[in-house]
C-alpha cells in the first residue's frame, strides 16, 4: 500500500514538472517583456492559445505536422507580436492618460479581440494538436512518461536556455538586460528601447506560441482557454517578482508541481482557488523579490 | 529642541552606498543648504528624511520624536513637508484644486481662504483654474512649493525648488522663504544654484559619495579644500 | 482658452437641462415603450450602475481591477441564496447582505494588493474572478453548475425602476463622494501622484482600500436585483469574465474617472450589443468588437467620449498639442514618479 501510495506521489510531482516545463517557457518571455516594455501582458494566454490553433491549422492547412511545424509557428507569431509591440510602446509612453494602465487596457483589448475573433471563427469545440512525430510512453521504474510530456519538457529546457542564451551571450541580449533594469539610462546610452522594446515582444510572442503548440498536444483546448494560461503565467510571475528572470524557473515547476498534486489529492475544481490561494498568501507575505519591486522607490 | 536631528544614517542599494553615515542637527528656524556633486546622496537623504525610503539603520528625529522607519504619510502628519526635485503635480487637477488636495489631511474648513492666500503670495492666481498639466516647468515649481505650504508644515525640505525658474519666480519664491522662516519654519535645501545659497542658507552642509565633508558657512565652504576636491574630483588619496 | 478642471461636474443652468431632460424620460419609460424596451433599459440602467462602480477603482482610484464581476456574482448569489424555499427572505433585505459580502472580499483582496502597483492588483483580481467562478460551480449551496432559480412573482416595471434607482443612488453617491467632498480630492491625489499624496500626509493605502470597498458594495447590490429580475442564475451568468470586460470597456469607452462616462459607455454600449443580437444573434463577435474598441480608444481617444464633447472642460489634449515643444525640456512627471505605482 505505502509502495503505491509513494509511487502516486511521484509521479504526481514528475507530471507537474514536466508540464511546470511548458509553464516556465511561457513565463520567461511574458517576464522580460513585462521587464522591457513595462506593460503586463493580459494578451499572454491568448498567444499560446492561438499557437495551439496554428498547431492544429498545420496539419488540416500544410499538411505538415505540428512539431515540424514549430519553427514557422515562432516567426509567423513573431512577426505579428512585432507589429503588435509599437503600439503598446507608444500608449506606455504617452504622455497624458495613466500610461502603464492605458497600456494594460490596452493588451486586455487585444486579447479580448483574439478570444472573441477565434470563438466566432471556430466555435467552441475542444481540439487537440495531433502529431505523429512523437508519440508512445517512456516506462522507468513504474512510472508513466508520455513521450509527449518528455517533448514538451525537452522543448522548454531547449527554448528557455537558448533565450538565456541570447539574454546574456549577445550584445542585443545585454542591451535588453541594460533596458530592463533603467530604461531612461539605457536610451541615454544609445540604445533604441522602442526597437528593442519590439524584438523582445516579438520573440515572447513566437515562444509563447510555440509552447501554445505543445500545451495543445498534451491537453484539449477551445478559444476561450487564454484567461486560464494567463493565469498561470501571472502566478509564475508574481512568484518569482515582476521583471525578475531567474525566479520564474523555480515558480514555473513549483506551479506544475502544484497544480498536478491539487488535481490528483483534492480534486481538479479546486485547482484554480488554491492557485490563487496560494498567489494571495504571497503578495500577503510579500517575499523580498515580490515586495522589492512591488514597493514605490 | 532641535527641528531635526539625524544620527549615523546609512542606506544602501544593493552594493551601492547611497548614503554612508550621516549625522546631523537642524535647529527651529535655521535655514540650512546641502550641497554636493551629483551622485553624492542628497536626494537619497531626503527621502530618507520624508520617508520615502526606509534607512539601512541609524536614526531620525523630528522635532525630537524620532520617526525612523515611519511611513512617509507618518511622517509628513507630523509636521514635514517636502518638494520633489523633478515637480509631482496632480496633472488631472487644477491649480487650485491641487493646492486643495494638498489641505485634506490638515485644516479643512479653512482650507480655501487658505489655497487663495498662497496664490496670491506666489503670484499664480491668474492661473488658479487652469490643469495642471499644461504649467509650464517654472510654473510647476511655484506650484510645487506652494503645495507644501497648504498644511503649514513646521520643517520645509526644498530639493532643487527653484532649478530653471526665471528670476522673477525665484524671487517669489525665496521671499516666500524668508516669510515663512520669521513665522517660525525650518528650512532644508538642496541646491546646486550658489548664488541662491550664498543669499538664504545660513548654514551649509556639503556632501560627497554619501557623506558629509563639511559644514559651515558660505565661506567657509567656498575656501575649504575638501569641497573643492569634491566637485572638481581629485583622485582619492 | 484655457484648460478648466476637467472633473468637477459644476451645477450650472447649461448641465442641469440636459439631466432633467434625462430624469423625465427614464422616470417615464414604461409608461409609452413595450415591455422589451422597458427590460432593454433595465440593462442600460444596470451596466450604467455597473460601470460606474468599476470607474470608482478604475478611474477615480487609478487601479484597473480585471475580476470585478465577483462582486457583481457575490450580490447575485446572496439574493438567490436567501430567496431560496426554506430561507424565504424579502428581496429588500438580501441586497444589503451582498453588499457587506462583497465589501469584505473587496477587503481581504485589497488590503495587501494596493499597497503594490496597480499590476498586481489587476492580476490579484482577476484571478479572484476565476478562482471564485470555479468555486462557485463546484459547491454545493451554491447550486454548482445547475445554478439557483429565484422566485419570478415580479413586473417588469418592477425591475426597471429598482434598477434605475439603484443606479441613481450609485451616481448620487459617487457624485457626493467624489466629486464634492474632502475624500474626493484624496481619492484623485493618490490616483495623480501617489509619491506626492504621502508627502502632503495622505496614508494612500487606506485611501484606495476605501475606493475599492466601496466599489465593491454597490455592484453587489445590482447583481442581487439583476438575480431577482432574470430568476435564473449560474456561474456563466453572474460570474463570467465578459462581464467584468464590458464594464472595463463602458468606462473606458464612456471616460474614465469622469462622474457621466460611465452613462455615456454603458448606453452606448449596450445598445449597441442588443442591436447586434437582435440582428446578428452573434455574442462571441460583440467579444471581438468590444477588445478592438477598448484597444483602438487606449490608442486614439484615451479621455473617452466625454472627450469629444464640445462643452467638456476638458481641453487637455488640445493643450498638450500645442504645448509640446515647451514641455520637452521637461523630462514630465509620468515617467519617473507614477511608474512607482503603475
Not at chain 1, 13 to 35: E, H, P, Q, R, T
Not at chain 1, 48 to 68: K, T, Y
Not at chain 2, 34 to 63: C, D, E, Q, V, Y
Request: charged share 15%.
Amino acid at each position: 500500500m505505502v509502495r503505491v501510495t509513494m509511487q502516486l506521489l511521484i509521479q504526481t510531482i514528475i507530471d507537474g514538472l514536466l508540464v511546470g516545463g511548458l509553464y516556465v517557457a511561457i513565463s520567461i518571455g511574458f517576464s522580460l517583456a513585462f521587464g522591457v516594455l513595462d506593460v503586463v501582458d493580459f494578451a499572454v494566454g491568448e498567444w499560446v492559445m492561438l499557437g495551439a490553433f496554428m498547431g492544429v491549422a498545420s496539419r488540416a492547412w500544410f499538411g505538415i505536422d505540428p512539431i515540424a511545424f514549430l519553427p514557422a509557428v515562432f516567426v509567423i507569431f513573431a512577426l505579428i507580436g512585432f507589429l503588435v509591440a509599437p503600439l503598446i510602446y507608444r500608449v506606455r509612453t504617452s504622455r497624458y492618460a495613466r500610461p502603464a494602465l492605458m497600456a494594460l487596457a490596452f493588451t486586455f483589448g487585444i486579447a479580448m479581440f483574439a478570444r472573441g475573433t477565434m470563438m466566432t471563427a471556430v466555435g467552441f469545440d475542444p481540439r487537440t494538436v495531433d502529431t505523429d512525430l512523437v508519440s508512445g510512453t517512456l516506462m522507468i521504474g513504474g512510472l508513466h512518461l508520455p513521450w509527449l510530456r518528455l517533448a514538451g519538457f525537452l522543448f522548454a529546457i531547449l527554448s528557455t536556455a537558448l533565450f538565456m542564451g541570447f539574454l546574456f551571450f549577445t550584445r542585443t541580449g545585454l542591451a535588453v538586460r541594460a533596458t530592463a533594469q533603467n530604461k531612461r539610462n539605457a536610451s541615454l546610452m544609445g540604445i533604441d528601447v522602442k526597437r528593442l522594446s519590439a524584438i523582445v515582444y516579438a520573440i515572447y510572442a513566437g515562444m509563447t506560441a510555440m509552447a501554445g503548440v505543445l500545451i495543445g498536444a498534451i491537453y484539449s483546448f477551445t478559444a476561450q482557454v487564454g484567461p486560464q494560461y494567463s493565469l498561470l503565467a501571472f502566478f509564475v510571475v508574481v512568484m518569482a517578482g515582476l521583471g525578475s528572470v531567474g525566479g520564474v524557473l523555480v515558480a514555473g515547476l513549483f506551479l506544475g508541481m502544484l497544480q498536478a498534486l491539487v488535481t490528483v489529492y483534492i480534486g481538479a475544481d479546486y485547482t484554480l482557488a488554491i492557485v490563487f490561494g496560494v498567489l494571495f498568501l504571497i503578495l500577503l507575505v510579500s517575499p523580498q523579490g515580490v515586495l522589492r519591486r512591488g514597493l514605490a522607490a | 529642541m532641535s527641528a531635526l536631528a539625524v544620527s549615523d544614517l546609512k542606506r544602501s542599494f544593493g552594493g551601492i552606498k547611497a548614503v554612508a553615515g550621516v549625522s546631523f542637527d537642524v535647529g527651529v528656524k535655521e535655514i540650512v543648504g546641502i550641497i554636493g556633486p551629483n551622485g553624492s546622496g542628497k536626494s537619497t537623504l531626503f527621502n530618507l528624511l520624508s520617508g520615502t525610503i526606509p534607512p539601512s539603520s541609524g536614526t531620525i528625529r523630528l522635532l525630537d520624536k524620532d520617526v525612523t522607519h515611519q511611513p512617509a504619510y507618518r511622517i509628513a502628519r507630523q509636521g514635514l513637508g517636502r518638494t520633489f526635485q523633478i515637480p509631482t503635480p496632480f496633472i488631472n487637477m487644477t491649480v487650485r484644486e491641487n493646492l486643495l488636495a494638498a489641505a485634506v489631511e490638515g485644516e479643512w474648513r479653512s482650507a480655501r481662504s487658505r489655497a487663495e492666500e498662497v496664490l496670491a503670495a506666489l503670484e499664480i492666481s491668474h492661473i488658479a483654474d487652469d490643469l495642471a498639466s499644461t504649467l509650464s516647468g517654472g510654473q510647476q515649481r511655484l506650484l510645487e512649493f506652494g503645495r507644501v505650504q497648504m498644511r503649514d508644515p513646521q520643517i520645509i525640505l526644498l530639493d532643487e525648488v527653484t532649478a530653471g525658474v526665471n528670476p522673477r519666480l525665484r524671487q517669489i519664491i525665496l521671499g516666500r522663504v524668508r516669510d515663512l522662516q520669521e513665522r517660525g519654519k525650518t528650512f532644508l535645501v538642496i541646491e546646486h544654484d550658489m548664488e541662491l545659497v550664498r543669499t538664504i542658507c545660513e548654514r551649509i552642509i556639503v556632501m560627497d559619495a554619501g557623506e558629509i565633508v563639511f559644514e559651515g558657512t558660505f565661506e567657509e565652504v567656498a575656501r575649504n579644500e575638501r569641497v573643492v576636491d569634491a566637485y572638481l574630483g581629485r583622485p582619492e588619496t | 482658452m484655457r484648460a478648466r478642471g476637467a472633473n468637477s461636474a459644476r451645477l450650472t443652468a447649461r448641465s442641469v437641462i440636459p439631466l432633467v431632460v434625462v430624469v423625465v424620460f427614464l422616470a417615464t419609460l414604461p409608461l409609452w415603450v413595450d415591455d422589451y424596451w422597458v427590460r432593454v433599459w433595465t440593462g442600460v440602467a444596470m451596466w450604467a450602475g455597473l460601470a460606474a462602480s468599476w470607474n470608482i477603482i478604475g478611474g477615480y482610484a487609478g487601479y484597473i481591477s480585471f475580476g470585478h464581476v465577483a462582486f457583481f456574482g457575490i450580490g447575485a448569489y446572496a439574493t438567490a441564496i436567501l430567496m431560496q424555499p426554506g430561507l424565504d427572505w424579502n428581496f429588500f433585505l438580501t441586497l444589503p447582505v451582498g453588499a457587506v459580502v462583497a465589501g469584505v472580499f473587496a477587503f481581504i483582496v485589497g488590503w495587501p494588493t494596493l499597497r503594490l502597483r496597480g499590476a498586481y492588483f489587476a492580476i490579484a483580481t482577476w484571478a479572484l474572478a476565476e478562482a471564485l467562478a470555479q468555486l462557485v460551480n463546484t459547491v454545493d449551496f451554491t447550486g454548482g453548475s445547475f445554478g439557483l432559480s429565484t422566485p419570478g412573482n415580479a413586473e417588469t416595471g418592477f425591475f426597471y425602476y429598482a434598477m434605475l434607482i439603484a443606479s441613481a443612488l450609485i451616481y448620487l453617491i459617487i457624485f457626493a463622494v467624489f466629486e464634492r467632498s474632502r475624500f474626493g480630492y484624496k481619492v484623485k491625489a493618490v490616483r495623480d501622484n501617489e509619491a506626492a499624496a504621502q508627502s502632503l500626509g495622505i496614508n494612500t493605502t487606506s485611501v484606495k482600500l476605501q475606493a475599492f470597498v466601496m466599489s465593491a458594495a454597490l455592484p453587489a447590490v445590482l447583481g442581487g436585483i439583476n438575480a431577482y429580475w432574470i430568476t435564473f442564475i449560474n456561474p456563466q451568468s453572474v460570474l463570467a469574465g465578459d462581464i467584468t470586460d464590458q464594464m472595463v470597456v463602458m468606462a473606458l469607452v464612456g471616460g474614465l474617472g469622469h462622474l457621466w462616462g460611465p452613462a455615456i459607455g454603458a448606453t452606448v454600449l449596450y445598445l449597441s450589443s442588443t442591436w447586434l443580437s437582435a440582428n446578428f444573434g452573434s455574442s462571441t463577435g460583440y467579444i471581438a468588437m468590444i477588445g478592438a474598441l477598448l484597444a483602438l480608444i487606449v490608442l486614439f481617444l484615451p479621455d473617452g467620449l466625454v472627450g469629444l464633447m464640445p462643452r467638456a472642460r476638458n481641453m487637455r489634449l488640445v493643450r498638450q498639442m500645442l504645448r509640446l515643444p515647451d514641455r520637452r525640456a521637461d523630462p514630465g512627471p509620468d515617467s519617473d514618479t507614477s511608474r512607482e505605482r503603475s
